[in-house]
């Protein structure tokens, strides 16, 4: 039996869910947590590398004691507390929000059918002090015609396509992918959210469609480029990659429904 | 004349925008960036005294020379790019989002003729990084009916009422004020937002307002219990202060337009 985590992390002061390099990791922080709360070691394992910065509203991992199998009894802790149990293990910019079981089988990676990603603009001259960190930052406000635009690129997104042009590095080589729902929306004054579900993401895959979509607001690109960029496969005809920190996991999702508990 | 500024700020490491305790007030980081920004020494006037830890999301300040008139044209300046020159000399947590010029006699307190507070509560039994130190933790969901009560009882808060059982202290003669709004929302799964605004607002007032709807919210008092408060003027008969950190000073209007300025 393995524990599935739904956590939710500000990614700013880690270098990812993740990582080899130097710099705090998210996996690290939960793998002492979970040590703790379930009093031996125990293994984390993420549905998703995020980068440095990247931040998370449903991440899923699942936790194992180290050792391998120990039968069904080894958390005696019921799923809807063990987000109270984990939270004097935790700091302040991270949170288990509910926790359920699931059978040793089950990989939050692998099992995973869609992820929902959201990447945040702040559209105003001015720098907030309550979305630093937390969304990429537009100087220029987008108009309601560049907002038109960009729901139109959105949307030439959504389909079955070849996300090459829209991948970093080239380790990848099955590059097609389904992006199941892709649009933008003024969520506030001065607050845009774009929004993009897939059955899986290349590495930068949302950031560099932000970017894209931040060039055609900007009308350095258009909205019926879209799908000559997807045909070309060359990552130099898409935008830049959108940094880090405007970047959210939301939500992922699995063939079988998981039960989420937390009282 | 006096430059006006809009001001956003987390109040999280202030201890008010004006104190005369130890440590940072935002009144302080404020005249010493302006004395940078205009080359002189500055004296900078709130609009209200806000407590430790409350935030602001459109205070109104004024800024003019400390060493008294020094004609219309100290301020070279224009108010479109004031927010950019402020931009350097301030901490991440606090913002200029506008400015506008105003003549001499302005007084950004006395002359505000309305101002909105809003009081955020995040109802999970989880607490959420994104939103500590910004939202009241509510551990309970706030049922529909939980707030459809909260509701009614909002409603009962307008009107022009003596609200001495509103208020912490006795300083305050008269404490007679003008609720013209007040309203409780869901904005999100697990927030809600009780936004009022009134003529003025006594000290604590609308913490000790909060509080009330969230004894409210748990069913300890009653939306009909509302009147017989206000007519008691006991302080101890309303709900308990809500901490600062839920509570955002939002908007403050006078009686003639301001023209803001921001590119």
Redesign the interface.
Known sequence: MKVLLKV???GTAYCGFQCQKNGASIQEVLTRAAGRVFGMPCSVTGCSRTDAGV?A?GYVCAVAPADGARGADWCTVPPGKI??AF?PHLP???????AAFAPDFFHPRYDAVEKEYIYQIWD???????F?D?SYHSVRRISPEGLSQMQAAAAAYIGRHDFRAFMAGSAERDTVRTVTRAQVRREDEHMLAFSVSADGFLYNMVRIMAGTLLEVAAGRMMAEDIPMILEMRDRSRAGFTAPPHGLYLREVRYPEEILWQ??
Do not use: G, K, N
């Not at 302040?92 to 509910?98: E, G, H, L, Q, T």
């Open positions: 939710q992390y500000m931040h509203l987000h109270r939270a302040p910019d991270i949170s288990v929000c509910a105003a001259p001015w720098e907030t002090p309550f630093r937390r937390c009282e």
